[in-house]
């Protein structure tokens, strides 16, 4: 697939300008220093090196979003759109803080929007210090690998206390239908050089599968 390799190439880019943004800001002043938009912006940069004015942060979600998600769900972090294909979703995450539990709701939302638009494509990229990606059970480093399964087996197999994570930070914004199949299929990785620890970069792309259905999520925000 084409666009992985430009995706590819963007993570390598993206993780020099955010070399030089963490190594601008003092080591006890990264956590408000540094955030989730200046890795938005450097992937978007990137995007825009190889294809052009075809990116942009803050994109729009599809219309039908809003009958498959309840409550404020945001917009993607950034918005492809080619000159040929479809569009390209990306969801973002510079862990400053260790939030990569997080990961589970955005590969969610990524299946989601890559399930409802035709000929879409997905992926959901992080950063974190080399210590964030460390095994825990709150860790879901799997997501980041190749790998298939059911949203029933991700949630309440695998990662069930990731996703407890993630519905704690909102009582409001839930599922409420998924594709049945979710795989993931790892992109690589970049090295990014900071005082005080190293960062990793880790990119996935995110595909949702719906010839098996649908799933319906009660109101609590778990598979039924």
Known sequence: MAIDDTIRRSLLAAAGELQ???????????????????LQRAMCVAIQGQLGAVAAVDGPLPPATK????????????????????????????CVVDRLYEA???VLKVALLTALVENSVGYVVYAAPSEGWSEREDHPLGLFQDSAMTVSE????????AWAWCL????????L??????????????????PGSDWELRAVRVE???KLGWVSFDAEGWPG
Request: net charge negative; charged share 20%; glycine share 12%.
């Open 20 to 38: 030089g943004t963490i190594c601008s800001v003092p080591e006890w002043a990264i956590p408000g220093g540094v955030g989730d938009p200046d």
């Open 67 to 94: 009958e498959c998600w309840a409550g404020w769900l945001g917009k993607a972090d950034v918005l492809v759109k080619p000159p040929s294909g479809g569009p390209v979703y990306l969801e973002t995450k510079l």
């Open 104 to 106: 589970v709701w955005d």
């Open 154 to 161: 991700l949630l309440r197999d695998t990662y069930a206390e």
């Open 168 to 175: 704690e930070a909102t009582k409001t914004t839930r599922p």
């Open 177 to 194: 239908q998924l594709p049945n199949d979710i795989s993931t299929f790892a992109l690589g990785s970049a090295r990014i050089q900071a």
């Open 208 to 210: 949702g599968e719906t």
